[in-house]
């Protein structure tokens, strides 16, 4: 293989695997180093490639009213090997994509093996790579090795890459009940960049505070895997219902406080409050604050839309703890996915802050793009935010706002691909309400994304002699 075009891609995963296909499918020799079966991680169980390590289900399909079932949709007119070998293996499954497993794992690893640019080698990378590897992208996932984790944590000057995420829930701006929520950050405060009504409140009366806590502590939660159990909390985040297990008022004195606010429909400070933070750039997400859970999921949706504000809410991402391994990608990327701090490195795939399979596997349909054009002096573009793979991208690129204030400097958090992540569509003049004003705004954005997505591959498309 010529040097110069060699491509050297670390974990052969969903993002690693679809990475190394792109970039050899655009005229770049590759070297896919994966150490299983030779190490396996705490949860892959084979030696091939793409391993689903738990369910199978790729969820949504529908393009036109999922944002998951738009990123399927893009990845395949992109050329997605993901996507193919999935579509090759589904299994019915209404109108989820969900696949036979080993079937799906054993055609990628065929085709990449066959590939007559990619050489695939056994071998787990334990420190940053060789100097001489002009160009790598690393895609070891949320199970990266300790050694590697530790070389990158020392390039990078960050205190922690593996530990359990606390996630809070984050709800879409346009499903909150302003009517019964307000603007207004605590003592009217500005803070650096901000107005004094940067958070969104909602109140809670006594009666309501007791019952949202009745409901808390007797809500499922789910426990921690056995491997889980020697990994530390992030920054001491503690869930909310272990904070409500510590006595009723726990959480009124804590992320519930109502200190500094006057609700202006009472003139009063309320009895509880719960306070929703913007979360992207766009203003459509907005982050519940403090309010990192481990309740089961449908329990969440139960017991968050008894707070007053949120009946209606619809939930982009639900709260959870589980140990994790990501960058705080909107510092330490570039728009391309390479580290700022040594370019030749990009990354892909969960470790870059995005979550689910179809999302680690859509980073790196766009790594193996950006590191292939490296090769050929050309500069494809990044896909724009309007589309799914460019919202992704932009969210963990930029998009994340950083808080500064009270939950400690990291705040990005794994994210799926939803529609809060897209620019909101110009206003089209129709009066449309409820279910209905829903659907239309899903179809528009997904209409829109894949206009945009044929031009942006139609522009990104390489010369036919490198392909
Ligand atoms: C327990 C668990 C359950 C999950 N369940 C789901 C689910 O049901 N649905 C869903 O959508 N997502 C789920 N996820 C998230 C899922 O892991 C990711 O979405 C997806 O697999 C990430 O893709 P990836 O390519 O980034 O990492 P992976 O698919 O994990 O691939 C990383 C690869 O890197 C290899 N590797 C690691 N370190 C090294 C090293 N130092 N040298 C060489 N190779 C290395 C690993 O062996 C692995 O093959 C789950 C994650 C975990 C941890």
Not at 105 to 128: C, F, K, M, N, Y
Not at 288 to 301: D, I
Request: hydrophobic share 40%; aromatic share 6%; glycine share 10%.
């Amino acid at each position: 293989m010529t040097k110069e075009r060699t491509l050297h891609l670390v974990g052969a995963g969903l993002a690693g695997s679809e990475a190394a296909w792109q970039a050899a499918e655009r005229g770049a020799d590759v070297i896919l180093h994966e150490m299983r079966p030779v190490r396996l991680t705490e949860v892959h169980k084979t030696g091939n490639c793409a391993e689903l390590v738990c369910s199978n289900s790729f969820r949504s399909d529908d393009w036109e009213n999922n944002a998951v079932g738009l990123l399927h949709e893009e990845m395949r007119r992109a050329g997605s090997l993901i996507m193919m070998a999935a579509d090759h293996h589904k299994l019915p499954a209404g109108g989820a994509l969900a696949v036979d497993r080993d079937e799906f794992s054993a055609e990628v690893t065929a085709r990449l093996a066959s590939h007559p640019r990619i050489e695939i080698r056994q071998d787990e990378i334990t420190g940053l790579p060789p100097s001489d590897w002009a160009s790598v992208v690393i895609s070891t996932g949320p199970l990266t090795t300790p050694a590697l984790s530790a070389a990158i944590n020392a390039l990078t000057g960050e205190d922690a890459l593996a530990f359990f995420d606390a996630i809070a829930p984050i709800v879409l701006r346009d499903t909150i009940d302003m009517d019964v929520a307000w603007m207004q950050s605590r003592y009217d405060k500005p803070g650096p960049g901000g107005t004094g009504a940067d958070y969104i409140n909602c109140p809670m009366n006594r009666e309501q505070y007791e019952a949202f806590i009745d409901a808390l502590l007797a809500a499922e939660k789910t426990t921690f895997k056995e491997w889980e159990v020697s990994t530390p909390y992030f920054e001491g985040c503690l869930p909310i219902e272990v904070m409500a297990e510590r006595g009723r008022d726990t959480l009124r004195f804590g992320p519930m406080k109502p200190v500094g606010l006057t609700d202006p429909r009472t003139g009063r400070s309320p009895y509880a409050v719960v306070q929703l933070r913007q979360d992207n750039a766009l203003g459509t997400l907005w982050n519940m604050v403090g309010f990192q859970t481990k309740l089961k999921h449908g329990e969440q949706t139960r017991v968050f839309r008894m707070i007053p504000g949120l009946e209606s809410a619809s939930f982009a991402r639900l709260g959870g703890l589980h140990r994790n391994t990501f960058l705080n990608s909107p510092k330490l990327l570039d728009e391309r996915l390479r580290l700022k701090a040594d370019p030749r490195l990009r990354f892909a795939g969960q470790i870059t802050g995005v979550e689910g399979y179809v999302e680690s596997a859509a980073i790196g349909l766009l790594a193996g793009r950006f590191a292939a054009a490296g090769f050929f002096g050309s500069d494809t573009l990044p896909p724009p935010p309007t589309t799914a793979l460019g919202a992704l991208l932009a969210h963990i690129t930029g998009g994340h706002l950083a808080d500064t204030s009270e939950n400690g400097p990291r705040s990005f958090q794994p994210m799926n691909v939803n529609y809060g992540l897209f620019p909101p569509l110009p206003d089209s003049g129709k009066r449309l309400k409820g279910v209905e004003r829903g659907r239309a705004r899903k179809k528009g954005l997904s209409n829109r994304a894949l206009l945009d997505l044929g031009i942006w591959l139609e522009n990104s498309a390489c010369e036919p002699v490198q392909c």
